[in-house]
């Protein structure tokens, strides 16, 4: 019998264990931290042997073959120990994808997955489509196919996914741009980031269709170095060349497979990145034959997703806006650009390399006043305090938004649109997007 070895028991994980047990695989589960219950009592459930808290090498050096969270960095000493022994690395989804036949939707880019993803899976489900959400997003694919398989899966992918992907097919897949993000688990080399992005292609075929923004100058360099087989459907903000999907005169247009046209004005998300996004959701279901009534309804009732340029609430006359999820420069840039009124721009936290000089021009633009919130705001201070906007710095959440509260006038924004991860101060976004939310809601 072979021994799969599964590292890191999230829900990648025990999914992956589920899956590998009902092939009849010997199946054994280690993690360095302490496993949810919620997960301890599936693996319990299924009869698979796991451990928390270490890694007992003699029970993982003897793996046929290792299943890797996406979490776990390939530098991390147990990684290092498999590779030394050539023992070969997979991803969950690479896993799972070895015993389905459904088709896959796969959503990747260094912004906009979770939001293009979850709009995808809106429009199949209101279509009537048996389709699964998985990945990145938080929900195994391994587990589904054991246990609930579905004709479609749309499936969030990230970089770390990717890159212990080998022989997973995408039907239908989507690439929406590729900005600098996670360089430190890449050697800081860009070009290892975008290798790792670009494995969305890879096994492709003349049946399937590969989904991307087309004024992305980094895909555009790398479009020249593949033989790309698949249907090649690239989307633009505007009509262009080559372009099977854009914004003409008010009108959102899609020409292939089967033309369709509604007013942008319907479309439920805002701001010019949500354009990508709702263009790359709308080629994608067109292709899946989803009928037009369908897609149109679904673009302009979509809900958003919580975190991404959410709108919380209106105090005196202040709208407040939580997109705690811009952990990037990029992301952040994309939220100043759809405010329509002054703003008061909330920035911080776990600095990951962020080179600010991509949002000087629309912050002074824009920007109001600036509010720091992070344990260290030297770096901001030396940015943008000379640039003759005011400022206040600020260490927890509760100053942050009194701060924001005392600047901002009737009309105003406020944006928490960060530019970097959470960790500083909060256990992750979610809980800086909650702690904003309530405190807001508490003005
Ligand atoms: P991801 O899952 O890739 O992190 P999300 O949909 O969660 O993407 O959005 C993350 C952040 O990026 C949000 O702050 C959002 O406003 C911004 N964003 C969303 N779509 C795009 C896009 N197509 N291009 C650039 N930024 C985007």
């Known amino acids: 019998m072979k021994r799969i070895v599964i590292l890191g028991a999230g829900e990648s994980g025990a999914g992956a264990a589920v899956l590998a047990k009902k092939e009849g695989f010997d199946v054994f589960v280690s993690d360095m931290s302490a496993i949810k219950d919620k997960y301890k009592k599936l693996l319990d459930d299924h009869g698979v042997e796991w451990e928390e808290g270490h890694h007992t090498e003699e029970k993982i050096l003897n793996a046929d073959e290792i299943i890797k969270s ?34 896959m939707v796969c959503i990747t880019g260094s912004n906009g997955k979770t939001t293009t993803t ?71 080399c860009m070009q290892n980031y975008v290798d790792a992005k670009m494995r969305i292609l890879q096994n492709q075929t003349q049946e399937d269709s590969f989904i991307y923004w087309n004024d992305d100058p980094v895909i555009k360099k790398e479009l020249d170095k593949y033989d790309i087989k698949a249907v090649k459907c690239p989307f633009s903000e505007l009509k262009e060349k080559g372009s099977i999907g854009y914004i003409e005169e008010g009108q959102y247009k899609i020409e292939y497979p089967t033309p369709f046209n509604m007013e942008q004005e319907e479309l439920s998300l805002t701001g010019k990145h949500n354009i990508y996004n709702s263009l790359a959701a709308g080629i994608a279901s067109n292709i899946a034959g989803i009928k037009k009534e369908e897609i149109r309804k679904s673009l302009s009732d979509f809900p958003g997703v919580e975190h991404r340029l959410e709108k919380v609430a209106t105090v005196g006359g202040v709208l407040y806006v939580n997109d705690s999820k811009a952990t990037n420069v990029d992301a952040c840039w994309y939220a100043l650009e759809s405010m329509k009124t002054p703003t008061i721009l909330i920035i911080g936290g776990k600095d990951k390399g962020n080179d600010y000089n991509e949002i000087k021009d629309l912050v002074k633009k824009k920007c109001a006043g600036i509010v720091y919130l992070g344990a260290d705001n030297k770096k901001l201070h030396d940015f943008f305090d000379g640039m003759g906007i005011p400022v206040a710095d600020t260490h927890c959440m509760k100053d942050c938004v009194e701060a924001c509260e005392k600047m901002a006038k009737p009309g105003y924004t406020v944006l928490l649109s960060p530019c970097c991860a959470s960790f500083d101060l909060f256990k992750n976004m979610e809980d800086r997007g909650e702690q904003f939310k309530t405190l807001v809601r508490n003005l």
């Open 118 to 188: 979850s709009l995808i899976y809106h429009i199949f489900k209101n279509a009537g489509y048996d389709a699964g959400l998985a990945g990145n997003i938080g929900k195994s694919l391994a587990l589904q196919v054991a246990e609930e398989p579905h004709e479609y899966y749309i499936i969030e992918l990230s970089s770390f996914q990717l890159d212990d992907m080998y022989d997973f097919r995408a039907n239908i897949a989507i690439l929406l741009n590729i900005t600098p993000d996670h360089l430190d688990r890449y050697d800081f």
């Open 70 to 103: 996406p979490g776990i960095p390939k530098e991390a000493p147990m990684i290092r120990k498999c590779m030394e022994k050539n023992i070969h690395i997979i991803s969950e989804i690479e896993f799972a994808g070895r015993y389905t036949h459904s088709k």
